[in-house]
Every structure is written in C-alpha cells, then in structure tokens.
C-alpha cells in the first residue's frame, strides 16, 4: 500500500510540476491567440472590402467594354457607309 501511495505522490507532483512548468507557455498562447483573433478579424474586413471593391471594378470594366464594342461597331459602320458614298459618287460622276 505504502509502495501504491509513493507511486501516486510521485505522480501527483510530476503532474504539479509539468503544471507549473507549461502555466506561462499557457498564458503566452492565450495572448497570441487573442492577437491572432485580432489579427483574423481585421484581415477579413479588408478581404471583404476589397472582394467588394473587385466586384464594383469588374463591372464597371464589362461595361466600359461593352460601349467600346457598340463603338467600334458604330465606326465600322460608318466608315462602310463613307467607302460606299464615295464609290456612288465615283459612279455618279462618269
């Protein structure tokens, strides 16, 4: 019994020891993880607004390219229809 008893003192002030040996390394974490946490939720309102902010450029950017295109249309039309009154007043002149 006596033996049992050692064997569990011994391990209780292993453990007590191991405790107070880890209480510091405890503390610490917790403070990194409350920076961490700090950290994260900062990074996330940034991501967010610049996910929002990219959305908004993209659309605007389809939109620009989508006149660009109605323009160009519109060019091309206009420079057939030049090429087209200039060959009739060719035409017209002989």
């Known amino acids: 019994m006596a033996e049992i008893s050692d064997i569990a003192n011994n391990i209780t002030r292993s453990l007590e020891d191991k405790k107070t040996e880890l209480k510091p390394m405890i503390k610490d974490l917790k403070d990194v993880r409350k920076i961490y946490m700090e950290l994260e939720q900062t990074?996330?309102?940034?991501?967010?607004?610049?996910?929002?902010?990219?959305?908004?450029?993209?659309?605007e950017r389809s939109m620009i390219e989508s006149e660009c295109d109605e323009l160009q249309e519109e060019c091309l039309r206009e420079e057939s229809r030049y090429h087209y009154l200039i060959c009739m007043r060719g035409i017209s002149v002989r």
């Open 43 to 59: 990074f996330l309102d940034k991501k967010a607004r610049y996910d929002s902010v990219c959305v908004g450029l993209e659309s």
